[in-house]
């Protein structure tokens, strides 16, 4: 099946400092790619839909400024957190869809990134 | 926006038996598709089960079945024959048919546990 990777798998960082995390879609291209959030314990939140050489949608409430996403090809997005603070602390996951014709427009998803400042 | 419940928190099962896990979800669309998708400890997010909203006939996936009531806005998942490698995170997404960026909406998740 279609793979998705994450770097870093966790980072930590100090309070005031950037971090960028990566997702690839390993062997296939993926058109759209999409962030989420995860509190322990808690669900999924969409943060924004990024596609293919255009700037992302950002879901209400997400801050664009501090939550800067690039999809520069088809197979990477990155999430870089600016100014990261410890409310920032959180499970960050991506999905890529692949695009292709079907009912499904199945997502994949990555196994993570755990971002903790201190 | 649509919405998506899932009642119980948390669910128990003994090894070799039967649990069903309830979710049900608010829209006024008429075409979407729905997924069950298990979180385990390391987090991976792994797709169980999906569901076209169009279709009557319930989806079935080895162990795992759904029992997809759309009038009723319900789409619970059965798992039979429970085996330890079950004890998970379960999560009910529903996705719009439209073109309408194919993001998922989550409910909140029911944590299995499976007992020897």
């Known amino acids: 099946g279609a793979v998705v990777s994450q770097h870093p798998s966790w980072v930590i960082c100090k309070s005031g400092t950037s971090v960028k995390i990566e997702c690839r879609s390993l062997?296939?291209?993926?058109?759209?790619m999409f962030w989420y959030r995860q509190f322990p314990k808690q669900s999924l939140m969409l943060m924004a839909t990024s596609n293919e050489g255009s700037k992302a949608t950002y879901e209400q409430g997400v801050e664009k400024d501090k939550f800067l996403i690039n999809h520069a090809s088809l197979t990477l997005s990155t999430l870089t957190v600016t100014s990261a603070h410890p409310e920032d602390s959180s499970f960050y996951i991506c999905?890529?869809?692949?695009?292709?014709?079907?009912?499904?427009?199945?997502?994949?998803f990555g196994p993570g990134t755990r971002l903790t400042v201190l | 926006a649509q919405t998506v419940t899932q009642s119980q928190p948390e669910m128990s099962v003994q090894e070799a038996e039967t649990v069903t896990l309830s979710c049900t979800y608010d829209t006024s669309e008429s075409d979407y598709y729905l997924f069950w998708y298990k979180q385990p400890p390391s987090r991976q997010m792994i797709l169980v089960i999906r569901?076209?909203?169009?279709?009557?006939q319930n989806a079935t996936e080895n162990r795992f079945s759904v029992n997809f009531q759309k009038a009723a806005k319900s789409f619970s998942l059965k798992i039979s024959d429970s085996q330890l490698g079950d004890a998970a995170m379960y999560f009910c997404?529903?996705?719009?048919?439209?073109?309408?960026?194919?993001?998922?909406?989550f409910g909140k998740g029911t944590s299995l546990l499976v007992t020897p």
């Open positions: 997404a529903y996705r719009s048919a439209r073109n309408s960026g194919y993001a998922l909406n």
């Open positions: 999905s890529a869809r692949t695009g292709t014709s079907g009912p499904y427009n199945e997502q994949f």
């Open positions: 569901q076209e909203a169009y279709k009557q």
């Open positions: 062997d296939f291209q993926a058109t759209t």
